[in-house]
């Protein structure tokens, strides 16, 4: 089973009740010192703080309605969109989350209404644990990435995209987004083409976690040398790209980036001082991506996904020590 | 010379190429939480970042072509809105800034294109510096608030929050903004109550700056009683409402709220994470109302104005340091 233009069309008429149609910004003065024309996709300003909520929603509201009960796992952002998509159509949500996940996620994750069962990180499995509850509850699992309704919910971000571009009459060369598992770069990728088919479509990954470029140029599955080196850009990292995904990215992507964690810094901080936005880590890259000149060659304007802003205090507090790009 | 509602929507046709429509974002877990509806309009996103633009551009556009040259003073957003909107014009722009204005306003004012003269604060006068200025270049000065074509392009924020809130099929029962000379209140206050009459619209001021709110509450204009107090709300801090602005303010405000150094810090912490937007101190202060319980009594629904962005990034780091409200 694959996903197709379709589907992507089937998503954004399901989910557009609940979920907001993020601004494409954009700043003169930035422009201006970069010499292009950068589009910031902003979905850290969508509900829960991710475009995660995209693909919960999508998910969540092609259950059938005998489901009365999901399950999820995830330290982040996938919990709070799929806590949020479970609320509003009336279903029970546990969420399954490590013991040293943030408190501020675990808190909103409650505030949202879902029950947060915790686990013991290299000790216990989550997968288990949600397959468990899953079982007991009779609920049904919402996975993060390798699943059609997720790549298609993800994908209304491309589509917005190219709403967006229309609008302000803006022809992007390139299209650049983070990759985890790569159910927003297949999604993307696949209404980005179908829209917009000379556009070339880049990922952006973290240092060390550079499996789905490889994968890209290998045109197979390579995977995370070592998956304990420590990063800060955790919302995106994955030992290897998904079963489901890797197959769209292939044939939609063309390159991908690999973003310091010095460089996602200063672009959180850029982003601070141009944008006037809070993004995460994993969210910066493909930004960073765009800054640091790591984009399809002679690409002139640039669109680059923002994807989330739930970051810690403390790590925004070390952005904002940095130097931004550009500036002084 | 009043404004009227004309006025704006003639400054909403004038401008609309050059500014950009904020969204008016809402946090559902927030919203649980404090148990009203709040909605956030965030001229935090604006060009230049902050609502000053909208001023600024109508006041530019609505000159004569015979004028190649504009002159503003200000140490903040009212530089940047003044230079970009000459830039996109073609006309010169020389902005006079104190010579301790942020080096990253002096900078980007400069990458908008314009020309900074600096003064020493306390020992010259930038009126009189403007004014001799304008006069060697035959430029025209654009004034800050008391000015119609100034208060009609503000009034657009007012214009679009009403099209929104009716886009979400929202009836809010009051809206919130900053004032500092004014601009803002009366051109909203006018937009807002041509479309909404219903709704109460009251003022924030800074603690120690409630010249507004008093001016309101007696019917006449009032003084801020030592203007050397500091407050990081300096972008909003002025000796008493605009002669121009007040009359109209009178008209359409019942009330204001105040709030202390504290309140407005734990107010930026909040919208960094449930908004992921940055806000600086004199923009935030209309959100912290709503937070607070200082607003119309038995508002259900509130609109407050989240004017600007423009913040240090020492003092950001500040609110990073507190609790934001309604967590943990």
Redesign the interface.
Known sequence: MTVKFDNILAAANRIHPYI?K??L?E???LN??LGKRLLVK?E??Q???SFKMRGAANAVYSLDDSVKHIVAYSSGSHALGSA?AAALRGLRATIVMPKDAP??KM??AK??GAEIVTYTRFKESREQIGAELAEKYNAELIPSFDDPRIIAGQGTVGLEIAQQAMEKVVKPDAVIACVGGGGLCSGLGIAVHAMMPDVKIWCAEPEFYDDTKRSIESGKIETVADTSVHTICDAVVNRQPGNLTFPIMKQHLSGGAVISEQDTLRTI?TL??Y?????EPGGAIAVAAALTGQHPSNAETIVAVATG?NIE??I??QA??LDPYF??
């Open positions: 907001f993020t601004p910004l700043s003169p003065s201006k010192k902003a850290c300003l509900y829960t703080g949020r408190p501020n808190e909103i505030s949202l901080k601070f001082e944008f006037k936005i809070v993004v802003g205090p403390d925004f507090s904002l020590n500036l002084g």
